[in-house]
Nanobody, 123 residues
Framework: QVQLMESGGGLVQPGGSLKLSCAAS????????MGWYRQAPEKQRELVAL???????NYADSVKGRFTISRDNAKNTVLLQMNSLKPEDTAVYYC?????????????????WGQGTQVTVSS
């Protein structure tokens, strides 16, 4: 099993900043992509930002120039720095990671999600 633990959500005023952190733990052999998704009330979950093993990134158009994703491969962590936050950024933010985990002598793919952390942008 691979577990993802998020932290850093909260309440912030419009224009403010928050930093989300996600740490992966368990029988990890390797991690490929790590990413952040969000889900607002009555909306579908959407990709916010993605980062590959070699550091390539992909952002939703709505957050480009405001959010920055980064990762520490040695610590199996991914960060999301969110600046210039807007009320429409309000959502539950989920961390995701995929890769290979060990099961005894074998390796098998995993695709894991965190439990989610609430981000609320409001005055």
């Amino acid at each position: 099993q691979v577990q993802l633990m998020e932290s850093g959500g909260g309440l912030v005023q419009p224009g403010g900043s928050l930093k989300l952190s996600c740490a992966a733990s368990g029988s990890i052999v390797s991690i490929n992509d790590m990413g952040w998704y969000r889900q607002a009330p009555e909306k579908q979950r959407e990709l916010v930002a993605l980062i590959t093993t070699d550091g390539s990134t992909n952002y939703a158009d709505s957050v480009k120039g405001r959010f920055t994703i980064s990762r520490d491969n040695a610590k199996n962590t991914v960060l999301l720095q969110m600046n210039s936050l807007k009320p429409e950024d309000t959502a539950v933010y989920y961390c995701n990671a995929n890769g290979q985990r060990s099961v005894g002598w074998y390796k098998t793919p995993f695709d894991s999600w965190g439990q989610g952390t609430q981000v609320t942008v409001s005055s």
